[in-house]
């Protein structure tokens, strides 16, 4: 029989309240792997009014900043210990290579090292006022309960990313984990107990987006909503959460420029469009979609893309030799087809790839794809494709190709190839999108901030900044003069 795995709430694991189970399936083989619980509106209740529960107990309360600090490099171990077993599930779940998950079950812990650094230093100040007899200060203080809405793509990544800041404040946290990849979601909240967290510190609801995380978002005892995933549900949460007048930390979609000036190495900049775009088979918010080339080195560019594109070894993401494995569900695969079918009536042209490549596999593979022909006003050029798909388009000058890039409702992230420094400095200060990559592409740290611009994001995260997305400013003001209250109706200050 097909394992069932529940819910993780209170430091156990939980049947469903319905009863149900949903199945999740391995996209490289079609097998059933595991059941995981169906969320419903009672198992979020009961997981909130746990996370509440811990976070008002005198023990949460009292774990000072160096012991919460602790716990967090505990975890870190945690994770590493278990770095094996987590690269496997989530490469089996969501079809991501197992050599890309082990690279970054490496740097997850450091995550959670970063963090635990943090924990003790969520400081205020001291504020200076005009008035000498009274002294101010604020402190930053933790939020409550967390809840954590995370997609399929990266998902010990991108929801540790929110975990890691959201703990090392004091919250505690409900995570909703995508249907499409609950496990290693259920098994990292498992490994906070293991870790020495309190039970009830961090929950996990698995389900779907329309119950368990619309009843998440909309649960009145949540602080704090910290979603990633697409740009449609971020706004719907958003106005949620807005009409409850509670924040939220938005990490969305993108579509990002990838630019190839004619002074580039461009070899180089070939692998970092390659990199850009069929790493992850494309499925990552910073997918370098729309790359521009300048048209002295397009015919040299486009060969270099599409010659390395047809030689990607596709196949089982367990296999260390796989370049390219499924996309991660069905949905998926026939929404990038149907991209390519729209690109094509738009008038672009499939310069290579396209096609289901020739392999056993039953899953949902699909050759790296380039389009050629396209336009920035295509829809293919417009909208988050999130597949292997790069439409690759000739510019003539800097101002051009400056307006191009910043055409386009998204701002996460954009890529510029370029030996004159000048060059790459002006571009890095014109480009609107929140991560800039000169001569690379796809770097990352939980060091450096991210912030999507316009329609990829609102908040902050990785970085110091971050900690303030998990906290409240508090100003607190001491009257240091035992004299009498002069005029009560003069506001002091
Ligand atoms: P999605 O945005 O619908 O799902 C992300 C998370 O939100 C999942 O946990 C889902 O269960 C939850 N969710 C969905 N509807 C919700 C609602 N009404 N209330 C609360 N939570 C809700 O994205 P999905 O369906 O997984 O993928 C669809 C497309 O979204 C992709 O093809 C891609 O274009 C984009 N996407 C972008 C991501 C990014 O990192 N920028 C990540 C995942 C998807
Ligand atoms: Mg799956």
């Given at each position: 029989m097909t394992e069932r795995i529940g819910h993780f709430i209170d430091g156990e694991y939980r049947e469903p309240s319905g009863g149900r189970y949903f199945e999740s399936t391995n996209p490289a083989?079609?097998?059933?792997?595991?059941?995981?619980?169906?969320?419903?509106?009672?198992?979020?209740?009961?997981?909130?009014?746990?996370?509440?529960?811990?976070?008002?107990?005198?023990?949460?309360?009292?774990?000072?900043?160096?012991?919460?600090?602790?716990?967090?490099?505990?975890?870190?171990?945690?994770?590493?210990?278990?770095?094996?077993?987590?690269?496997?599930?989530?490469?089996?779940?969501?079809?991501?290579?197992?050599?890309?998950?082990?690279?970054?079950?490496?740097?997850?812990?450091?995550?959670?090292?970063?963090?635990?650094?943090?924990?003790?230093?969520?400081?205020?100040?001291?504020?200076?006022?005009?008035?000498p007899e009274m002294l101010n200060f604020t402190q930053r203080e933790a939020l409550g309960v967390v809840g954590a809405i995370t997609p399929w793509n990266s998902p010990l990544t991108l929801t540790v990313s929110k975990l890691a800041p959201a703990l090392a404040a004091g919250n505690t946290m409900v995570i909703k984990p995508s249907e499409y990849t609950s496990r290693t979601i259920l098994r990292l909240a498992e490994l906070t107990v293991e870790a020495g967290f309190p039970a009830g510190a961090v929950n996990a609801v698995a389900g779907f987006g329309g119950e368990a995380g619309a009843a998440l978002v909309d649960n009145p005892r949540i602080a704090k909503i910290s979603f990633t995933g697409s740009t449609k549900t971020g706004s719907a949460i958003a106005a949620s959460a807005a009409s409850r007048f509670i924040g939220c930390t938005l990490e969305l979609g993108g579509k990002s420029p990838n630019i190839v000036f004619e002074d580039a190495d461009v070899p180089n900049a070939?692998?970092?469009?390659?990199?850009?775009?069929?790493?992850?088979?494309?499925?990552?918010?910073?997918?370098?979609?729309?790359?521009?080339?300048?048209?002295?080195?397009?015919?040299?560019?486009?060969?270099?893309?599409?010659?390395?594109?047809?030689?990607?070894?596709?196949?089982?993401?367990?296999?260390?030799?796989?370049?390219?494995?499924?996309?991660?569900?069905?949905?998926?695969?026939?929404?990038?087809?149907?991209?390519?079918?729209?690109?094509?009536?738009?008038?672009?042209?499939?310069?290579?790839?396209?096609?289901?490549?020739?392999?056993?596999?039953?899953?949902?593979?699909?050759?790296?794809?380039?389009?050629?022909?396209?336009?920035?006003?295509?829809?293919?050029?417009?909208?988050?494709?999130?597949?292997?798909?790069?439409?690759?388009?000739?510019?003539?000058?800097?101002?051009?190709?400056?307006?191009?890039?910043?055409?386009?409702?998204?701002?996460?992230?954009?890529?510029?190839?370029?030996?004159?420094?000048?060059?790459?400095?002006?571009?890095?200060?014109?480009?609107?999108?929140?991560?800039?990559?000169?001569?690379?592409?796809?770097?990352?740290?939980?060091?450096?901030?991210?912030q999507g611009f316009k329609e990829s994001g609102v908040g902050v995260e990785h970085g110091l900044e971050s900690m303030n997305e998990y906290t409240r400013l508090k100003s607190i003001w001491i009257n240091t003069d035992e004299g009498p209250v002069a005029d009560p109706f003069v506001m002091r200050g």
């Open positions: 083989t079609l097998e059933v792997l595991y059941e995981a619980a169906r969320g419903n509106q009672e198992d979020v209740r009961i997981a909130v009014d746990a996370a509440r529960r811990t976070f008002e107990s005198n023990a949460w309360q009292r774990t000072t900043p160096t012991q919460r600090g602790h716990l967090l490099r505990r975890l870190g171990d945690a994770v590493a210990a278990n770095a094996e077993e987590l690269a496997r599930f989530e490469s089996l779940d969501n079809g991501k290579l197992l050599r890309e998950m082990r690279g970054q079950l490496k740097s997850l812990p450091e995550y959670l090292y970063y963090y635990a650094g943090l924990a003790d230093k969520v400081q205020g100040s001291q504020i200076p006022t005009n008035s070939a692998m970092g469009v390659v990199a850009g775009i069929f790493a992850a088979a494309g499925q990552t918010c910073i997918a370098g979609s729309r790359v521009f080339a300048h048209r002295s080195v397009y015919d040299e560019l486009l060969e270099r893309v599409s010659e390395r594109a047809s030689s990607i070894k596709i196949g089982d993401p367990l296999d260390d030799g796989t370049e390219l494995g499924p996309l991660a569900f069905e949905d998926q695969l026939v929404k990038v087809r149907s991209y390519i079918e729209l690109g094509v009536s738009e008038g672009a042209s499939v310069h290579s790839g396209g096609e289901r490549p020739d392999i056993e596999l039953p899953g949902y593979f699909l050759q790296p794809t380039v389009l050629t022909e396209a336009t920035n006003e295509m829809r293919v050029c417009r909208e988050e494709i999130f597949g292997p798909v790069a439409a690759i388009m000739p510019f003539d000058t800097e101002d051009e190709v400056l307006h191009l890039a910043n055409d386009t409702n998204y701002g996460l992230a954009a890529g510029v190839w370029t030996s004159n420094l000048q060059r790459a400095m002006r571009m890095a200060q014109r480009l609107e999108a929140g991560t800039i990559w000169l001569n690379t592409y796809r770097a990352m740290s939980p060091m450096s901030p991210r």
